[in-house]
């Protein structure tokens, strides 16, 4: 699938679900910047390879957040996807609830897998988007329902590092 495929059937599933925005970081259930590739929906949606970035998915836009490390990469790999730039800390770039707010109507419904969304940035988001009365739908990986040939969770073992390394005992 290309790109626009893949947010194509994104949004086919967001119509279905009543969802008027899919929202796509790249963390995993840790808040890792660099996750497995179970992990990697943002990469996968949007084709941009960069370890940070964050996708809004609405019914007729989309837009993409990553900060200055990746300004020029992101360009180049969203080319011919119609996905804006949203270039971070820039004047005039506005945050994503910010974004949203403007965006989505009194009402509206925001979804999102929330085990890679952190509890910091949902407050945020939902501290500016009470104030229209926007909902959050947080069980909803939907990528899961297209994407194919999804890499596996990894089954790997954990191991426990020592307080000489980690500074602090873990238990």
Request: aromatic share 14%.
């Amino acid at each position: 699938m290309t790109v626009t495929e893949r947010i194509t059937a994104l949004r086919k599933q967001m119509k279905e679900k009543g969802i008027d925005a899919y929202l796509v970081p790249t963390d995993d259930f840790h808040g890792s910047e660099y996750v497995g590739d179970y992990f990697k929906c943002r990469k996968y949606i949007t084709g941009f390879t960069g370890s940070a970035g964050t996708i809004v998915v609405l019914e007729k836009e989309a837009a993409l957040w990553t900060d200055g490390r990746y300004f020029l990469q992101a360009e180049k790999e969203l080319e011919d996807s119609d996905i804006d730039l949203m270039k971070m800390f820039q004047p005039d770039v506005p945050e994503i609830d910010e974004y949203l707010f403007d965006k989505l109507s009194e009402n509206g419904r925001i979804a999102f897998d929330g085990r890679t969304v952190s509890i910091a940035f949902a407050e945020q988001l939902n501290k500016k988007l009470s104030l229209k009365n926007i909902s959050f739908v947080y069980d909803a990986d939907y990528i899961d329902d297209f994407w194919e040939d999804r890499p596996e969770l990894s089954k790997e073992p954990v191991w426990r590092l020592s307080e000489k390394y980690a500074g602090v005992d873990s238990f």
